[in-house]
């Protein structure tokens, strides 16, 4: 996500608030501007700009105060394509201390032999342990991510070698 940032800081300063942004998306592809190709996830940040731009949430702080509020969750996750995960993962980008289950947090779950419930379950069990060994949740979720991702990534290594 970083050297994506950079990137859009550098070339799109103009972007720095969502009044701007959303001028910025009236001349510029979306896709071009994000370097995404996907064009579902293309749209579905189409979506959430104008959702956020509606709301008046200018500022990053903006949207961080809104996703405090009790209905926030309820409100994004109407968007299409828009779930617990995405919730979670915005919420970490604008600092809220949460885990954004995915992938890797299953991964890291089961093997640490959670094995019953779904989203809800896997975020309970990993944010307890986050406090039991007093770190922020998001620093715990991105220490599994590089975990189980440098280790997956190794071990794809490995299992091409003969």
Not at 62 to 85: C, H, I, S, W
Not at 102 to 128: K, L, N, P
Request: with cysteine; aromatic share 12%.
């Amino acid at each position: 996500v970083q050297p994506r940032v950079n990137r859009i800081v550098a070339l799109y300063p103009e972007a720095r608030n969502l009044d701007g942004l959303s001028l910025l998306l009236t001349r510029v592809d979306t896709s071009e501007f994000l370097m995404w190709q996907h064009p579902i996830k293309v749209k579905r940040f189409e979506r959430m700009v104008k959702f956020f731009h509606d709301r008046s949430l200018n500022r990053a702080e903006d949207v961080a105060k809104f996703l405090y509020e009790k209905q926030a969750r309820t409100l994004l996750m109407e968007l299409n394509g828009v779930g617990p995960k995405t919730y979670d993962y915005l919420c970490t980008l604008l600092g809220l201390d949460r885990i954004a289950v995915d992938r890797h947090v299953i991964t890291f779950a089961c093997e640490a032999g959670v094995t019953a419930g779904g989203y809800e379950h896997v975020q309970r069990v990993t944010s307890y342990a986050a406090d039991l060994l007093g770190i922020m949740r998001r620093d715990f979720d991105a220490w599994i991510w590089h975990h189980v991702a440098s280790r997956n990534s190794s071990s794809s290594q490995f299992a091409l070698d003969f």
